[in-house]
């Protein structure tokens, strides 16, 4: 009966290093390549629409489809934005706070990206700089917005846009340590002002 039972417990606890060890590299491996599917096929149906002037202006927008392209020369980043920023709809690409205005649009617009898994399109955005340049562009066509800067959580809001100007927020987050992208606890924000 020992033995049997020794048995049990040394099949279970392999089973289960196995199912982490899957989990984990389907995280920080796999997920970037269903990341860059999803971008290709986002990408086309976005172009498609812009260029039958179809592309979504508002209100109205369901979850998981492309509203815009952002771009950020400074970091390298080029990704379609697509509507909704619950964790199902940012694994395709950043994802449009439905609530805010859409990135180009008189207000405030705010895209939420994740920093460590599913290609990580906003890793890198805490290395901009006041004055880089991030564009966007959706159904009313480019728009160029200058970074305002780079701020944590805690730290103190910039003044509203002022009447008739439009504002990009972008929402991610960081951690510290050899582990940084999955140990994330800070959530940082990038200003612009087109």
């Known amino acids: 009966p020992q033995e049997g039972l020794a048995a049990?417990?040394?099949t279970a606890f392999t089973m289960i290093a196995l199912v982490s060890l899957w989990v984990a590299g389907?995280?920080?491996?796999?997920s970037g390549v269903s990341h860059d599917r999803a971008q290709a096929v986002l990408y086309r149906e976005l172009r498609t629409q812009l260029a039958d002037t179809t592309a979504p202006l508002g209100p109205?927008?369901?979850?998981?489809?492309?509203?815009a392209i952002v771009s950020i020369p400074a970091i390298g980043l080029d990704e379609v934005v697509v509507e909704g920023?619950?964790?199902g709809d940012t694994l395709a690409?950043?994802?449009?706070?439905?609530s805010s205005v859409l990135p180009g649009q008189i207000g405030s617009s705010y895209l939420y990206g994740r920093a460590g898994t599913y290609g990580a399109p906003f890793a890198d955005i805490t290395d901009l700089q006041p004055g880089d340049i991030v564009n966007a562009t959706g159904a009313q066509g480019l728009t160029s917005f200058t970074v305002l800067g780079v701020r944590r959580e805690g730290d103190p809001k910039p003044p509203p846009p002022a009447a008739g100007v439009a504002r990009l927020t972008l929402v991610s987050v960081?951690?510290?340590g050899r582990l940084a992208a999955l140990s994330a606890d800070t959530t940082v924000f990038v200003d612009a002002e087109a």
């Open 26 to 30: 389907q995280a920080l491996f796999l």
């Open 174 to 176: 960081e951690g510290e």
């Open 85 to 87: 920023t619950a964790s």
């Open 8 to 10: 049990v417990v040394s």
């Open 93 to 98: 690409g950043p994802g449009h706070l439905r």
């Open 60 to 67: 109205v927008i369901a979850p998981g489809d492309p509203v």
